[in-house]
């Protein structure tokens, strides 16, 4: 059965270094989504991305964030200059017309 | 702005009784309604998706409800099985034409189920 693949699985990183997370997609997916889950807390929404464009993003992704589909297959998320705060589990989703489809997730820890 | 709740935060049961979790949401304007099981450190599995035009749907022992009006969702489990100990989501899709689709998510149902 298809999945959403996300690499890595765990991602340490200093504080004001840029980090890119990867996401392969569901492949006849059209619509595909990146949420963030801190621990402890809800899952939130960051952006939604169609038709090689943001559709609509949250309060929550900043200019230090961006994404890019760079290619058929893979959907990335880079945040530019990581916080402390960024610390949180980083899902990737897509779907074709109702249901979404959640990758393993990207726990990515900022020290 | 939509939020979802989630009741109760835990429930812990002895295996095979049949239980409820509960979701509400304070915008009825709804697409559709998700529910998710998370395992610990895991990602999201879909469980299952009601439409807004339906009241309910059923996967194996799972049973999910939907009443869009009073903005409320259950999610019946049978026969509860220690295997089903998790984290339960449910998470809204908005209605209307400027919605890509996003979810918003309750805060989840931690579910034990001890031999």
């Known amino acids: 059965e298809p999945e959403v693949t996300q690499t890595p699985s765990h991602q340490v990183t200093q504080m004001g270094q840029e980090v890119i997370l990867r996401c392969v997609p569901i492949?006849?997916?059209?619509?595909f989504y990146w949420y963030r889950q801190i621990l402890g807390q809800k899952v939130e929404f960051l952006v939604s991305?169609?038709?090689?464009?943001?559709?609509?993003k949250s309060e929550i992704f900043d200019d230090q964030f961006s994404v890019e589909r760079p290619d058929g297959s893979n959907f990335t998320l880079k945040i530019r200059s990581t916080k402390l705060e960024d610390s949180a589990m980083y899902f990737c989703?897509?779907?074709?017309?109702?249901?979404?489809?959640f990758g393993p997730g990207t726990r990515l820890t900022v020290l | 702005k939509q939020e979802v709740t989630q009741i109760p935060a835990a429930l812990s049961v002895p295996e095979g009784e049949n239980l409820v979790l509960n979701c509400s949401f304070t915008?009825?304007?709804?697409?559709?309604l998700q529910w998710f099981r998370q395992d610990p450190g895991k990602g999201l599995t879909s469980l299952l998706l009601?439409?807004?035009?339906?009241r309910e749907q059923t996967s194996g022992r799972l049973n999910a409800s939907l009443d869009k009006s009073s903005g409320r969702s259950t999610l019946y489990i049978a026969a509860s099985q220690p295997g089903d100990s998790a984290t339960y989501l449910c998470?809204?899709?908005?209605?209307?034409?400027?919605?890509?689709?996003?979810?918003?998510f309750g805060q989840g149902t931690i579910l034990t189920v001890h031999p």
């Open positions: 991305f169609y038709n090689n464009e943001i559709s609509e």
């Open positions: 989703a897509s779907r074709t017309n109702n249901e979404q489809f």
């Open positions: 998470a809204v899709r908005p209605a209307g034409g400027t919605s890509y689709g996003k979810l918003t």
């Open positions: 009601i439409q807004s035009s339906q």
């Open positions: 915008d009825s304007a709804i697409y559709n």
């Open positions: 492949s006849n997916h059209l619509y």
